[in-house]
Nanobody, 123 residues
């Protein structure tokens, strides 16, 4: 299974972007998928996660601004990002762990990673 993240770009503060993470290869319904980001000079941080049943979890800093959703038929997970701020500038990564519905905020929990997509928010 491979993950392909897309949808990044340049947006003004207050704007919106929707990131996509498509899974190719043999995929399964029991999968936990997540979004992380890494800003320049900072550690990679957890943003949101979703499982095949639609349960979600968010880190506090993005609650109310970011929404994670999934389309099982397309094997794709989305991250809708609204009210973007310059501090949201980062490379955004999707990650997954198969055969589980448990969500986690820990990077080490996820064994599949996409290549990252750059989001730049200008002030």
């Amino acid at each position: 299974v491979q993950l392909q993240a897309s949808g990044g770009g340049l947006v003004q503060a207050g704007g919106s972007l929707r990131l996509s993470c498509a899974a190719s290869g043999r995929t399964f319904n029991r999968v936990a998928m997540s979004w992380f980001r890494q800003a320049p000079g900072k550690e990679r941080e957890f943003l949101a996660a979703i499982n095949g049943g639609g349960s979600t979890y968010y880190t506090d800093s993005v609650k109310g601004r970011f929404t994670i959703s999934g389309d099982n038929a397309k094997n794709t997970v989305y991250l809708q990002m609204d009210s973007l701020k310059p501090e949201d500038t980062a490379v955004y990564y999707c990650a997954a762990r198969q055969f589980t519905a448990r969500l986690s905020t820990e990077m080490a929990y996820y064994d599949l990673w996409g290549q990252g997509t750059l989001v730049t928010v200008s002030s």
